[in-house]
Structures are given as C-alpha cells and as structure tokens.
C-alpha cells in the first residue's frame, strides 16, 4: 500500500513502483467487463476472506487489546506471528521448507523484545478508518513491475492489476509467498533489478 501511494501521490518523484503483493483495487466504476480470470479470483478472495481475515477484524478494530495480551506473552506472540507464516508461505504446511528456526524467532524477538507488535497491528485499524482508494477517474500512472508469487494472499491477474495501474512488467514468480523478501531474497532481488533496469 505504501510503494503504491508513493507512486500515485508522487509519480514526478519515482521512475516506477515494483510490487509483489497489488495492493489497490480499481475504482467499482472500473470493473466492468471482467474476464473470466477476473470473476474467478474475486470468488477465490470471497473464499479467503471466509478462512484467513479473522486477524484483521481483530487489529482493525482492538488492536491495543491485542498488542497487550501478545507483548505480555512471549509464547502467544510467536504463535500469532509463525501461524501467519506457515499460512502466507510457500512450505505446504512445513515451515521449515521456507524458513530456518533462526530467522523466524529472530522476526518473533524483534516485536518481544522492542515490545512493538502494536505498531503492526494498529495499521490495520488505521486503514480500516481512514482507507484510501483509488477514485473513479483516478490510475496508478507510474511504471508498475509485479512479482506474482504463487502463494502470496492477493493474486489478482494482470487484467485485474491494470484497470488501477500502468503495468510494465508481470512475471509469475516460480515459487515464494507473501514474505517474499525472506522466503526468496534472490528470486525477489533478481526480479526488482531486471524491472528498473529497463527505466534507466
């Protein structure tokens, strides 16, 4: 959400935006005619929303009550946190497929120790009060890159992405989820780099 408001609010400031997770949908006056890859992903998010958003009606709306319970339990923290990294990921279930243990308890300690996981949660409230979305006439213009990584939650398809940005470049990504960064650095690095080469 943030690259994307960079990218509309300053578009004379950046040469282009790379995502990997699209994060703004079009106006609803601008989802007409949807293909049929359109219809069915909009019917596989109603099917997520169902099983996978029960976190975000809680940071949404009690976010602090939240951050309490979780910054005064070092075992309920890790749980909150790896339970969306067994679900968000690329590992079949198996954390260690996509992970090593050290890198998922540093992720957990970071919040225990700097006792912050509230600033994490509290953006969903923030965004739940004052959203912002694209408006009817209104279209993402700077150059988009996307790496669309195959288990990450929001995988809209290109047709769907370009009625709210001005895509260059869509690669499906060969693996990873939605903590591309950590789960495939390289994949990821590669894939960014290749994308602004081509805005030199």
Sequence with gaps: MVTSRLGFAYPQNVVGIHLNMVGVAPHPANRQNLSAAEQAWLKEMDAWRQEET?????????????AYGLNDSPVGLCAWITEK???????????????TKDQLLTNVMIYWITQTINSSTRL???ERHHPWRLGK??????????A???AELARPPREWAERAYNIRRWTQMPSGGHFAAMEKPQLLVDEIRAFFRELR
């Design 137 to 146: 006439e209104e279209k993402i213009t700077v150059p988009t890159g996307v």
């Design 124 to 126: 969903y409230y923030e």
């Design 148 to 150: 669309s990584f195959p």
């Design 85 to 99: 990294f067994r679900t968000w990921s690329d590992c079949g279930g198996d954390l260690a497929r996509s992970y």
């Design 54 to 66: 029960g976190y975000q009606g809680i940071q949404g709306t009690k976010p602090q009550t939240l």
